[in-house]
Every structure is written in structure tokens, then in C-alpha cells.
């Protein structure tokens, strides 16, 4: 069969990206060689490739990797796939780091910072960091300025970690990874804390059963009841923060009534803000201290 059959028969799937994949080729190859006629070797691998698209599997998994924020990072079925929505949430922190380290540079030395030795580090922590998407993003951005940093990424899922450092490992970033269980395991005094909790409520799980049943679901729903991880977070986050901080969290709109609930009850004297996503969702909550 040639590129432009191929084409034809499954208009329906990402099939130029099957067969870029198979071809080794780039994407553009596929639409300007419609008349190139695969070998019986490269029409059985696609065969097989396009067999389990059509059963649901999402095309990232298949392919391996998950293009986010300009950066290619490998995925597979123990982490979540990347959204594009995640990427708002990289922005922002990014903005964040910058004013603060501004700030950290403004301001007049500690006594306690011995012959003017200054500790301007902005530490950062990326929670649930699944394929370290967000926490390698950020440091991609910090190594071209003159921010200096320190980054954590934390995760209850061990294999998960393994993906999150080969991503590291590939794209050349300082990032520390750490097995935790929400802050149990991963120091103090952040002064930028990201997280990206299982969100989904067990109903809305259900309902969207066709659309999640690849991804791990222990990144997706609370394993005991809704919210009782947020809780949790909320609970500890206190004693991983000074005033100076903010938390920034990705959230399920159904989300934002507990995180007030929690934010009251846990973090007195912060407030929390929330923001919509383009799809006009109630989607981000950025926490700070109400100075």
C-alpha cells in the first residue's frame, strides 16, 4: 500500500503520525510522499500500531512520548499523558520564580550568611510529578537566565519516578526526584510549591471511563474518597512554606469549594485565587499569604 492509501483508509486516527513513526520520518514526509508504497515489514508494524488505536489507546502511549511546552517527554502507561492545559500552570510559575528571585536579590543580607555568602536559591517543588513534565519544563526555562534554583519532584508511584528521571536524564536538567507520599519525604521551606493531585471525583471517573481507562488511575482519583487527598495536602503543606511562598495547584472545577473549605481551615491568613482555562473551566488556584 502507498502513503495515500494508507491515508484514505483511516481518515478517522492520528494516522500520519503512525506512519511517520513507523517510517522514521518526520510528519511532513508523509503528506509530500503520498505515492511511496510501504515494505511488507513497515505495513505489518503499522497494522499492528493502528489495531490499537482503534481499540482506544491513546496515541501517546503508542508512540512512546508526549510532546508539552516545546520539549518531547517519554510517557507510558504508568504516568499521566501531558495536557495542554497543564502548560498555563507552567507559565505562571515561571512568572512567579522571576519576581521572587527579584525580590531575593533586592534585599539586604542576613546576618547570618557568613562573609556575604547569599543563599538567592529558588526552591521548587514539583508534586506528583508524574513524567516530570512540569518540573523539567521550568528548569529548561531557568538554565537560560540568571535565576538560580533548586528543583524537587516528588511521587507516591515508583515507576513513575523511573519515567520522570530518564526525562531529566534526556534533557539535561538538574531536577532532585523523590518517593513521597503528598509532603512526607521532601524538605522544607519551598518557596514555590506546584502540585497536580489526583483530581477526577470517582463519579465524573466513571462517566469518563472510555476517555481514562489507559492512564493510571492513581493519578487520576483518590483512592479512599473525594478531595481526601487534597485535605491531606493542605494539611502538612503548612509546615513546607513561609509567608513568602505560593502554592499553585491544577485542579477539577469541582475542586474549588473544597480547596476554600481547606485553605480556610489549614493555611490561616492565606487566600487563594482561582483561574479559568480556555475552555472557560474553573481549572488553576494559585495560594499566597494575605499580607
Known amino acids: 500500500m502507498t502513503i495515500s492509501e494508507i491515508l484514505k483508509k483511516y ?11 513507523v517510517l522514521k520520518k518526520p510528519r511532513e514526509f ?26 482506544g489507546e491513546p496515541i501517546a502511549y503508542i508512540l ?27 507559565d505562571r510559575v515561571i512568572a512567579r520564580i522571576r519576581q ?18 547569599r543563599n538567592d536559591k529558588i526552591r521548587i517543588l514539583d508534586l506528583a510529578t508524574g513524567s516530570g513534565c512540569i ?12 535565576v538560580q534554583y533548586q528543583i524537587s519532584a516528588s511521587d507516591i508511584s515508583k515507576k513513575a519516578l523511573v519515567v520522570a528521571r ?25 518557596d514555590i510549591i506546584v502540585a497536580n493531585l489526583p483530581y477526577v471525583p470517582k463519579k465524573n471517573y466513571k462517566l469518563r471511563m472510555k476517555n481514562l481507562e ?37 485542579m477539577d472545577p469541582t475542586t474549588k469549594f473544597p480547596i476554600q473549605k481547606f485553605v480556610k481551615k489549614y493555611l490561616r491568613g492565606w487566600k487563594v ?15 499566597t499569604y494575605n499580607f
Open 166 to 190: 530518564q526525562n531529566a536524564k534526556v534533557h539535561k536538567v538538574k531536577v532532585t526526584v523523590k518517593l513521597s507520599n503528598i509532603l512526607e519525604n521532601v524538605g522544607k521551606d519551598f
Open 214 to 250: 489507559w492512564e493510571p488511575k492513581i493519578a487520576l482519583v483518590d483512592p479512599k474518597k473525594d478531595f481526601n487527598l487534597y485535605e491531606k495536602f493542605f494539611q502538612q503543606v503548612g509546615q513546607h512554606i513561609t509567608t513568602q511562598s505560593r502554592i499553585l495547584l491544577e
Open 64 to 90: 512512546g512520548y508526549k510532546d508539552f511546552y516545546g520539549l518531547r517527554f517519554k510517557v507510558n502507561k504508568n504516568v499521566l499523558i501531558p495536557r495542554p492545559e497543564t502548560e498555563w500552570l507552567v
Open 100 to 117: 521572587l528571585a527579584e525580590t531575593k536579590q533586592s534585599r539586604l543580607p542576613h546576618p547570618s550568611e557568613a562573609l556575604g555568602v
Open 11 to 21: 481518515p478517522n486516527i492520528e494516522i500520519e503520525l503512525l506512519l511517520a513513526y
Open 135 to 146: 518540573a523539567i519544563s521550568i528548569a529548561k526555562q531557568l538554565q537560560i537566565s540568571n
Open 273 to 287: 485565587k482561582f483561574f479559568k482555562d480556555y475552555n472557560g473551566l474553573w481549572r488553576y488556584a494559585e495560594i
Open 30 to 55: 508523509v503528506f509530500m510522499n503520498g505515492e511511496k508504497r510501504l515494505s511488507a515489514y513497515q505495513l505489518t508494524r503499522l497494522l499492528a500500531l493502528v489495531k490499537r488505536r482503534l481499540r
